[in-house]
């Protein structure tokens, strides 16, 4: 076990469905992520919820849409998407010391693999 | 802006050889530099760190990565290679709040 769990392990939905990806984490951290994983492409970091603050990668779309409702549990709400948005969504947590730059590991749960049809 | 290269999509190494997945950086400022792997179905495993001090940082799996700040490297060594160390390997390297990720390198070691 991470530590960090990512339900569900796969998703299949349709481009006019909504669907929430769920991330719970076990380690007490106060920082929680969430990345997308595409084939031959760098991880893309997708928002960030750390220190009482919340930062957000400008290119994500807004079909794209974060709730943190408290320091152990993070979701990623889905509507509308388009089929490119099929991936591995990574959530992860670290135990953030400053508002500076990241220094603590990043502990990643097991991924979503979405497929969107 | 920060970067990562990872020049190599794919390494390949006998098994019991030394094995290098290579790893450049781009930053203004002084960098937190990782090392991460992933193993198929799962997700990014943390390696190691370099923050400061030692260039020479050991880490898990008997892996090891020795920061150089003039050529910007930061390399992923590793003496004598297992088939079980076969799989993804990703370096980041963060200045702000964005951990940055390489394109990863897939590394197969060959019995």
């Known amino acids: 076990e991470t530590g960090v769990t990512q339900t569900p392990r796969h998703l299949v939905m349709g481009m006019t469905n909504k669907k929430s990806l769920k991330c719970e984490q076990h380690l007490g951290h106060n920082a929680m992520y969430w990345y997308k994983q595409s084939a031959k492409k760098p991880l893309e970091l997708m928002f960030v919820?750390?220190?009482?603050?919340?930062?957000e990668n400008n290119s994500v779309p807004s079909r794209f849409s974060p709730e943190c409702p408290n320091s152990s549990h993070l979701f990623l709400h889905l509507h509308t998407l388009q089929p490119e948005d099929s991936a591995l969504y990574l959530c992860a947590s670290s135990q953030e010391k400053t508002a500076g730059a990241t220094s603590a590991p990043l502990h990643f749960g097991n991924g979503t693999r979405l497929t969107v049809t | 802006a920060q970067s990562v290269a990872q020049p190599e999509d794919q390494v390949n190494v006998a098994e019991g050889n030394p094995l290098t997945v290579k790893c450049t950086y781009s930053?203004?400022?002084?960098?937190?530099l990782f090392w991460y792997v992933q193993y198929p179905n799962r997700g990014l495993q943390f390696l190691l760190k370099?923050?400061?001090?030692?260039?020479l940082v050991k880490g898990s799996y008997g892996f090891e990565a020795e920061f150089n700040k003039s050529q910007t490297s930061f390399h992923l060594k590793k003496p004598s290679a297992l088939v079980s160390d076969s799989a993804l390997y990703f370096c980041a390297v963060s200045v702000s709040r964005n951990l940055v990720f390489g394109k990863g390198t897939r590394l197969s070691v060959i019995a």
């Open positions: 370099y923050i400061t001090g030692d260039n």
């Open positions: 930053v203004s400022g002084n960098p937190y």
């Open positions: 919820y750390s220190l009482e603050e919340r930062v």
